[in-house]
């Protein structure tokens, strides 16, 4: 059977890795508290946000149905999910030893993905802006842009993040350093992507409804 | 370490584990299509349904799908140590706590200062 | 010349001539701005002169190298511990010599008084921001640090480099707020910075900036922590440590961590939102198009209420470990003060709105966090009958940091009763912000957090540096903080009910000036007590040869932390403690099973020195610096210089090094053999020179 109790939540190793699955215990352990807190974070900003969503606020400049594009955003939420399930393959793909081909592979897809999700999301906003939209128009304006990019900033951060853990796996291989690395990219991608099913359901669609 | 005589590490044990952890991969991914795709069509295509429940009703099918990301993705199960289960459920607590405060602050807030919600 | 008095231009920015403190008194000599000026150039050159002194001491004794390799590259729990109490006391210095400047010119305000308003908004401000988030938070951290991972038998947090870079994130927000002493002005907009006042409208100097990029760097360098705290006490107890078996200063540390986790997001947002305001022209507190100033309120006591109690849960931690100690008892009621940490840690996160009663929310939402704040005053006051509890029929011995925590339990209990009565908002639309709101956060804080971290620096010095501190001159302060308190603060409850706002600069009813003037004694009777702290520690260190417990355990303490050698080794532990129950050291003298000698010694892995914390505290400060005075250059440049050095740490390998199990052996038993040539000493004798940390055998609260 599989393991009983899990060491910590997100995809174990397992004991086939030996003492990089006993180091992965407090080391996932305190990237789960992180984004915890980073949750905390992006919870804060919906809040600011949901409150801003007021006549008061919009101070007569555009608002949701102006400025948002529902199929731009559909195709985002579509990349976004598909570079989750990829990731999900590197994560297996590293944890039954399929080769550092395979994983690397994963991870490129993902990256790929990834990118093509902040183009879109960089071409929305500049579409923003020439309607007017801009952060210094409105309340609304500014508690939107404090959200959306703030996620995408995060997604960016995993880019880089992706980008140097690939060079390491070049430089070192799979040592405990680079698959605790991969294990936690994994986690904040994925919690990346829950983030932005609330992002696309309360500003997108909440807006447009 | 012998590898053999840890049942885990058995190759066929392995192979169903892997099978498993596959197919919990490709059912997430699926599940959640559906419960994008069916909100974002829902808005798009049928405005006619009353706002109030609109919102609802996406809201339920986020929070689903917050659910199976959790379950598929991210593999939170109930097999998990106990610090971890409280970790999640604490984060759960307070970020209720905090947004649901503040929203319920400033609009009473925005409702006595004159300050009204979107038309 | 006056194009260099304006302005920088590009490569400089903001900063000209004007930024220095004098330009002013020089430029327009008015009597006020003489006055002002040459209080303020004091101060900077202070700085600026202690900085000095500091360069030019560790050049003569050659002590940059000794800096460098066993202090700020060092990943080590208890230096970390160490400098972080260092900055703290550094900081309580600046702070309480500017608290005494705002009396004496309260004392003096009847219509006027010697400072200008402005000076003396910077003033409150700076105090209050210096107080909470650079001298109570390093303070606690820098306890925390030092203590807890003895207390559970690890050998280091869990990621000690990221305990360095917190520590450096520190240090880089405290140095911002030195150098706004020397270069420009500091806010006015107090230790919260409400908007719109703080606004680029209102504020358009650097002070509002100042106070961003300090509170920015403190609270990363604080969630960090809070992550690497609790991680450590989830996974690096000794076996057997369970968590009702953890002492309970490492619960209270628990929560603590898990508050800082958590709140300090919101203050993240907050700061981030208003700086996004003031540099960007984004509307979330302004008051044109659409901002709402009340956000940021909310945004603001969403992390500083939980904040509070990040800073009093130690200071409780703390306190209950000197009080069992000193009476030589176990804890009375052990896990109802657990039960109460955790109830407090929670509570604490719904009580937010009792900071802004008067906002204009209806009231059955004051209702509920009234009757909220009111249910803290709950476990609390478990806590203070738990205390009274352990000393009752405990042979209570009267050392400094019992004289501390006697004080506090007799104070901190007024300050939470006039805490109850300001919970209730129709009492709270009374006195919000007049003094007695001052003299009931001060009642708090003065008593619970300041007196807990000084109770902490006088029970675990001895351990931290081998030799126990002068008692005389600690009871002489001790005392000094008490009586100076209750001088400086009490007269504040009457001026609040009879009406005077707090950070009034100037009042005109003559009725206020006798109680003013009694605080104004009770301050410099504060002032005394820091005096005396400092002498304290510099005759101790004179006669530190006399006073040395290198066995390690100078006052019978229950705790692990007390069964090593002190200092400890860098290890802490020879081998890692097994932990049978609860007072895990208490237990092991009793059954004769402490200061053994193992059969076996293994290598210890250590993690290297790394300079990641300095560089990061270098960059953490440049770019701070930058961002102020608008030297985008600077910005950006430091910006790109930390994610290089992030991405660069992450391609390190090779982390860590051995101690050898000879040298391991070779150290144990230099210190087990001093422990057997060691003579017992009976408590009545623990402050006297024959203490050298090897400590009688007593039953439960029995002097032999």
């Given amino acids: 059977m599989s393991q009983d109790v899990m060491k910590h939540p997100g995809l174990n190793l397992g004991p086939a890795h030996g003492s990089d699955d006993d180091a992965a215990q407090g080391m996932i352990f305190g990237f789960w508290v992180f984004l915890m807190s980073d949750a905390i974070l992006f919870g804060m900003v919906f809040a600011t946000y949901v409150t801003s969503l007021s006549t008061h606020a919009l101070a007569g400049g555009p608002g949701p149905h102006d400025l948002y594009n529902i199929k731009s955003v559909f195709i985002e939420t579509l990349l976004l999910l598909a570079s989750s399930f990829t990731f999900g393959m590197a994560s297996l793909a590293l944890k039954y030893k399929h080769g550092k081909a395979r994983l690397v592979g994963w991870m490129l897809v993902t990256l790929v993905l990834g990118l093509g999700f902040l183009g879109f999301e960089l071409h929305d906003i500049f579409g923003m802006f020439a309607k007017g939209g801009v952060p210094s128009r409105s309340g609304f304006l500014s508690a939107f842009f404090d959200l959306v990019p703030l996620h995408g900033l995060h997604v960016t951060a995993g880019c880089v993040w992706l980008i140097c853990l690939v060079g390491q796996i070049a430089r070192y291989g799979l040592d405990t350093k680079t698959k605790l690395g991969i294990m936690r990219l994994a986690l904040f991608w994925h919690f990346l992507d829950i983030i932005w099913i609330a992002i696309f359901t309360v500003v997108y669609l909440g807006g447009l409804a | ?119 | 010349m006056s194009i260099v008095a304006d302005s920088g231009g590009p490569f400089l920015g903001r900063l000209s001539l004007h930024s220095l403190p004098f330009w002013d008194m020089l430029q327009h000599p008015t009597m006020s701005n003489i006055i002002n000026g040459i209080i303020a150039t004091g101060a900077a050159s202070l700085v600026v002169i202690g900085a000095l002194v500091v360069i030019a001491l560790l050049t003569k004794y050659k002590l940059w190298r000794p800096l460098w390799s066993d202090w700020v590259t060092s990943t080590d729990h208890k230096k970390i511990g160490i400098m972080y109490i260092v900055i703290a006391l550094v900081m309580l210095t600046r702070a309480l010599i500017e608290a005494v400047l705002m009396r004496a010119q309260q004392a003096v305000g009847l219509h006027g008084g010697f400072l200008s308003p402005d000076h003396f908004a910077q003033l409150f401000s700076t105090h209050g921001t210096i107080m909470i988030f650079f001298m109570a938070m390093p303070f606690l951290t820098g306890v925390i640090n030092y203590v807890m991972p003895m207390q559970i038998g690890a050998r280091d947090v869990s990621f000690p480099v990221l305990n360095s870079i917190s520590l450096g994130l520190t240090a880089a927000g405290a140095a911002l707020v030195m150098v706004s002493l020397v270069i420009g002005k500091f806010s006015t907009g107090g230790w919260f910075g409400y908007p719109p006042y703080t606004e680029a409208t209102f504020s358009p100097g650097v002070g509002p900036d100042y106070w961003i990029w300090a509170l920015s760097l403190a609270g990363l360098a604080s969630t960090l922590t809070g992550i690497n705290f609790a991680v450590t006490i989830y996974k690096e107890r000794a076996p057997g440590m369970k968590l009702m078996r953890m002492p309970l200063f490492t619960w209270t540390a628990l929560c603590t961590a898990i508050l800082m986790i958590f709140a300090m997001p919101p203050l993240t947002v907050a700061t981030s939102q208003l700086a996004l305001d003031r540099y960007l022209g984004f509307h979330y507190f302004t008051n044109a198009l659409g901002g709402n100033m009340m956000n940021f309120a909310n945004l603001f006591w969403l992390f500083g209420h939980p904040e509070v109690y990040i800073l009093i849960l130690p200071a409780f931690g703390v306190y209950s470990e000197v009080i069992a100690t000193f009476s030589g008892k176990a804890l009375f009621g052990y896990r109802s003060l657990v039960m109460a940490t955790m109830a407090i840690a929670i509570l604490s996160f719904t009580v937010w709105l009792h900071h802004f009663f008067t906002m204009g929310q209806n009231a059955n939402i004051n209702a509920v966090f009234g009757i909220a704040s009111m249910l803290i005053g709950i476990p609390t006051g478990v806590k203070i009958y738990d205390w009274m509890l352990t000393m009752f029929r405990g042979r209570v011995r009267f050392t400094t940091p019992m004289v501390y925590s006697i004080g506090f339990i007799l104070l901190f209990v007024l300050g939470g009763m006039s805490g109850i009565l300001l919970a209730n908002p129709t009492i709270d639309y009374q006195v919000h912000n007049t003094v007695f709101l001052v003299a009931h956060f001060h009642n708090v804080a003065v008593p619970g957090v300041l007196f807990g971290m000084l109770t902490a620096y006088h029970f675990w010095f001895p351990k931290a540096f081998g030799f126990r501190l002068n008692e005389r001159w600690g009871i002489i302060s001790a005392l000094c903080w008490i009586f100076g308190f209750m001088g400086a603060f009490f007269p504040l409850y009457a001026l609040g009910i009879m009406g005077l706002p707090r950070r009034t600069v100037a009042y005109a009813q003559a009725r206020y000036v006798p109680l003013e003037w009694v605080a104004f004694l009770g301050a410099l009777l504060l002032l005394a007590a820091l005096l005396a702290l400092l002498w304290q520690l510099w005759i101790s260190i004179r006669d530190r040869d006399a006073n040395r417990v290198f066995v390690g355990d100078p006052w019978d303490g229950r705790s692990l932390e007390w069964s090593n050698s002190a200092p400890p080794p860098e290890y802490n532990f020879a081998v890692i403690p097994s932990v049978q129950g609860r007072d895990a050291f208490t237990m092991a003298k009793e059954n004769h099973s402490a200061y053994e000698r193992p059969d076996t010694y293994k290598d210890i892995e250590l993690p290297k020195n790394s300079a990641m914390g300095l560089v990061i505290a270098a960059l953490g400060f440049a770019l701070a610096f930058g961002l102020v005075w608008h030297i985008w250059w600077l910005v950006i440049a430091a910006l790109l210089a930390v994610i290089a050095s992030m991405i660069v740490r992450g391609f390190a390998r090779d982390t860590t090094r051995l101690v050898s199990a000879q040298e391991v052996r070779r150290e144990h038993h230099r210190w087990i053999d001093a422990v057997a040539a060691a003579t017992a000493v009976s408590r009545a004798n623990e402050c006297k020179t024959v203490n050298v940390g090897l400590a009688q055998h007593q039953a439960n609260g029995v002097v032999p």
Avoid at chain 2, 57 to 72: E, P, T
């Fill in chain 2, 1 to 119: 370490m012998n590898a053999q005589l840890d049942g885990v590490d058995e190759p066929a044990d392995r192979k169903r584990e892997e099978r498993r952890e596959f197919h919990s991969y490709v059912c997430g991914i699926g599940l959640a299509l559906l419960l994008t795709v069916v909100p974002f069509a829902l808005v798009h295509w049928f405005p006619a349904i009353p706002r109030f429940s609109l919102l609802i009703l996406i809201g339920a099918f986020a929070l689903v799908q917050m659910l199976v990301h959790f379950r598929f993705f991210l593999h939170i199960g109930f097999k998990q140590k106990r610090e971890d289960l409280q970790l999640l459920l604490f984060s759960g607590l307070l970020l209720t706590i905090m947004v649901g405060g503040t929203i319920w602050i400033m609009a009473s807030l925005a409702l006595r200062m004159a300050m009204p919600g979107q038309p």
